[in-house]
């Protein structure tokens, strides 16, 4: 290479038409490539194994700046005062969130892990204009909010293919579809979003269903 920028990549600190032999020396040079998965290790003579990774915490080393602007001391073995070396860690909410949508979904949406859903049953009455379709939405609805359970009601006047697809791309883990057919027998119909399992139930039995079904996908 001949008269190339090079710098630290921040403002003012670059040299253009840079030459070396001329403005700095190199004293190693080596062959550098992408690791690939069963590459040997240079020191174990090991196979190279890689492993895909979601970085959902993270650790950072503040050294002294912050001990410095609070004074915060100790004395080293010699009784001398030294700067305290700090460091912080956390867990991200959004780094979480993301990770576990990750590595729970499908083609058609999410798949809520129970315990951070932000809901845990969806009730999808599939027409807004049936007065008995609406009333048995609400009243199971109001049934769980009052046993502690989340509940989202999708009270949207759309029509059943739209709330089922919407349904899925949310991911709430348990699905309660309330619809006429099922309805004259005075059942609806349980669907559980992670393996798509059904099971039509009498209205009055789906407090207890939906209660062993969270039980189980808890685990």
Known sequence: MKNFVTGANLKD???????????FNIDVYGDIRMAKDGDICPKCNGALRIYRGIEVGHVFKLGTKYSKSLKAVYLDDNGKEKFMVMGCYGIGVGRTVAASIEQNHDDNGIIWPVPIAPFQIMILPLNMKNSDVVKNSE???????????????????????????????IGIPIQIIVGEKNLKEGKAEIKVRKDGRRVIIPVSDIKNEVVGLIKELMI
Request: contains cysteine.
């Open 13 to 23: 600190a670059h040299c253009i038409n840079a030459n070396t032999g001329r403005d």
């Open 139 to 169: 009243d199971v609805y109001h049934m769980l909010i009052v046993s502690g359970i989340e509940v989202l009601l999708d009270d949207r006047d759309e029509r059943p293919g739209i709330k089922f697809k919407d349904a899925d791309l």
